[in-house]
């Protein structure tokens, strides 16, 4: 870890616990039981009507395609070793659109191959990077 070159967190009391589920490679989001929306970034109040009645819930993993982009010149320092990589954006199947990286060399070598509203394989999962957030 202490070589560790990239960007960590900083957990919030609102977001915690998906740090922490996270770290255990699982992928968690909040509800809203007032309007039954599920939303993306964690916080106790529904961004889409306001409701404080939320609750935490174990997300599927699996997400559709919505854009990507394919890095070949890092802004970050950090992230110059992993170049080229895709940063994507999807949307979950439980409703939520959120950032994320794919790593799959078949999308460097062969963008064209990859459509927007495609599903990111048969057996999706969360990896998550065992570094540490900050505290």
């Not at 409701?51 to 010149?73: C, M, N, P, Y």
């Not at 080229?84 to 070598?109: C, D, H, Q, S, Y």
């Not at 963008?111 to 570094?131: E, F």
Request: proline content about 8%; hydrophobic content about 35%.
């Amino acid at each position: 870890m202490a070589n560790y070159q990239k960007p960590l967190p900083a957990p919030q009391g609102e977001s915690q616990l998906y740090w922490d589920k996270a770290r255990e490679h699982e992928l968690w989001l909040r509800r809203c039981n007032a309007c039954n929306e599920a939303y993306f970034y964690p916080r106790d109040i529904s961004p889409c009507c306001f409701s404080r009645d939320t609750e935490w819930f174990q997300a599927s993993g699996k997400a559709s395609l919505f854009t990507f982009t394919i890095v070949h010149r890092s802004p970050y320092p950090g992230f110059q070793a992993d170049t080229p990589f895709v940063t994507a954006i999807v949307e979950l199947e439980e409703g939520p659109i959120m950032a994320t990286n794919k790593r799959n060399a078949t999308w460097v070598e062969k963008p064209s191959a990859v459509s927007a509203g495609s599903g990111l394989g048969k057996r999706p999962h969360i990896a998550v990077s065992t570094a540490r957030a900050r505290t």
